[in-house]
């Protein structure tokens, strides 16, 4: 393995193309020259000969005095000083190489923060004492370089390694988040406080109505994105869960009975998964499954789950920001995809549950981040399939007798250690997109209602009931009354009356 090469010269890399010609190294090369069953980092290392240092979408480019030695320790070390912590490279690196390799690294540079690094992370990882020593001396340094990647604010002493674990999760769930520009700009702006003087505007009666409507609104969003259309009953009574959340702590417990409440179908099993699972489509012709997504295997769902639940305690008892834990937990949980079915819909209540639990969101109002993603569909499928379409090619798996799968390979590591980031922006534009639109387009428009219902009481004396009605057809046909509306509906209104009411309409509720 020391005479492998793993440096080599590239302009496209695994058909991605370089944003000039420069040699490949850190990670990407690693898992090349391995063939270690991991997924291409989102940003590969490049060396360049032109002594300029930049970043581009999907390349950090760094200059020839960046350049390691070409051996698989120094590819590590510069992977762990600037690219960060990639937990199921380590993972799979480790199952691969020999323990005495690493105890070799160890023992050369003791002292070493990179070798000190890797050393944990082998013990962690694996739960296996190398054959070493406790460390005596040395001062304590962080794993998680927090210029790279968004650390726990709370951190565990490891006296062995003199190590300080700032892991945002535990060894059974563990997903990280870079620091990109987007992310920090968000956090930076504080969303809880913008929502807080937002709401804080509105008239308390408004506000009531504003949340029970949207809260409608989430819960027929929700049914939407998995391409179902709820009855009025079943919509309202998902979204009544919604207005729970942030109550209950997470546990299994509560998993089973959000399944409940989602699932209405007599032909789906409750509880979790005993057989495999994919998201995906059936050939017509030959019922073959066309996966894209395959869920963890059913023997994992119990640790990978319980590991996201001590994570989410772990996560909210530290205080990292609540966006951040919103997008760990409920897109891991998605990706586990622990049940049969109304995996989506839990998966979208988690966000609700953790921005509720973790005070993001104000008291009584719940953001409608269903509705937002379904406003930003393309780009929702898009984050999706961004982890889930490179993981295919890692997993093995065949047809089983009724059309589904049956994974061959051990996958658990891939559903515990993944790159969050891409998910964490998303969230985040979800969460903008719902303060600067989603809530003052509602407000507006109930604000707009009332003045509208004030001047037709004032002016015709209409019941609640019809005025509601009228309302609703001036909006379906852009301030017009249609001729059935007049002769049905509002066949006492002459013209003048009429024409009167659409001009009020227009001047309040169509500027």
């Known amino acids: 393995m020391n005479n492998k090469y793993y440096s080599q010269e590239i302009k496209i890399f695994h058909g991605r193309e370089a944003p000039e010609k420069g040699t490949i190294v850190g990670y990407g090369a690693i898992i090349n020259a391995l063939q270690l069953p991991v997924p291409l980092p989102q940003k590969l290392s490049l060396i360049s000969a032109k002594h300029k240092k930049y970043s581009v979408e999907g390349w950090n480019v760094f200059t020839l005095k960046h350049k390691p030695n070409d051996t698989l320790y120094d590819h590590i070390v510069f992977a762990l000083k600037y690219e960060g912590i990639n937990l199921l490279f380590f993972k799979k690196l480790f199952e691969k190489i020999p323990s005495s390799e690493i105890e070799k690294w160890i023992k050369k540079e003791p002292l070493s923060i990179y070798t000190r690094k890797i050393w944990f992370l082998y013990e962690w990882l694996r739960n296996k004492k190398l054959n070493l020593p406790d460390l005596k001396t040395s001062n304590y340094v962080f794993l998680i370089d927090e210029e790279i990647q968004y650390a726990s604010p709370v951190s565990i002493n490891s006296s062995r390694h003199r190590i300080k674990n700032n892991l945002p999760?535990?060894?059974?769930?563990?997903?990280?988040?870079?620091?990109?520009?987007?992310?920090?700009?968000?956090i930076k702006e504080k969303l809880d406080e913008k929502t807080n003087i937002l709401i804080n505007q509105v008239h308390k009666?408004?506000?009531?109505?504003?949340?029970?409507?949207?809260l409608?609104?989430?819960?027929?969003a929700s049914f939407t994105i998995e391409k179902e259309t709820p009855t009025q009953s079943r919509a309202m009574r998902w979204g009544r869960a919604i207005a729970q959340a942030g109550n209950k702590s997470l546990s299994k417990e509560e998993l089973f009975r959000l399944q409940q409440i989602v699932i209405e179908s007599k032909f789906t099993k409750l509880g979790f998964r005993t057989e495999g699972g994919?998201?995906?489509?059936?050939?017509r012709k030959t019922g073959e499954p066309i996966p894209s997504h395959i869920s963890a295997k059913w023997q994992d769902i119990e640790t990978l789950i319980q590991g996201l639940i001590n994570t989410t305690r772990k996560l909210e008892e530290e205080k990292f920001h609540p966006v951040l834990t919103a997008a760990v937990v409920s897109f891991g949980f998605v990706f586990i995809h622990p049940f049969e079915d109304g995996n989506g819909r839990i998966h979208r209540y988690l966000i609700h549950h953790i921005l509720a639990e973790m005070k993001f969101t104000p008291q009584g109002?719940?953001?409608?981040?269903?509705?937002?993603?379904?406003?930003?569909?393309?780009?929702?499928?898009?984050?999706?399939?961004?982890?889930?379409?490179?993981?295919?090619?890692?997993?093995?798996w065949k047809k089983t007798k009724?059309?589904?799968?049956?994974?061959?390979?051990?996958?658990?590591?891939y559903y515990r250690y993944w790159d969050a980031t891409p998910f964490a922006e998303f969230l985040f534009d979800c969460v903008n997109y719902t303060i600067q639109k989603?809530?003052?387009?509602?407000?507006?428009?109930?604000?707009?209602?009332?003045?509208?219902?004030?001047w037709l009481d004032d002016n015709f004396e209409m019941p609640d009931k019809i005025v509601a009605l009228l309302i609703r057809f001036l909006e379906q046909n852009d301030g017009v009354l249609s001729k059935r509306?007049?002769?049905k509906e509002f066949s006492t209104l002459n013209d003048e009356e009429i024409m009167q009411i659409e001009n009020k309409f227009r001047e309040i509720m169509m500027e």
Do not use: W
Request: net charge negative; glycine share 2%.
């Open 365 to 396: 109002i719940i953001f409608p981040v269903s509705s937002a993603m379904l406003d930003k569909i393309e780009e929702y499928r898009k984050v999706l399939e961004s982890y889930s379409i490179p993981l295919l090619d890692f997993i093995q």
């Open 169 to 186: 999760g535990t060894v059974d769930f563990c997903p990280l988040i870079y620091k990109t520009e987007k992310l920090e700009n968000y």
């Open 205 to 214: 009666d408004i506000l009531l109505r504003t949340s029970a409507f949207l």
């Open 485 to 487: 509306a007049r002769e």
């Open 278 to 283: 994919f998201v995906g489509e059936h050939d």
């Open 402 to 413: 009724d059309n589904n799968i049956k994974v061959l390979n051990e996958t658990i590591d």
């Open 438 to 454: 989603i809530i003052p387009e509602e407000v507006d428009y109930l604000q707009k209602y009332d003045e509208m219902k004030s």
């Open 216 to 220: 409608l609104k989430d819960s027929k």
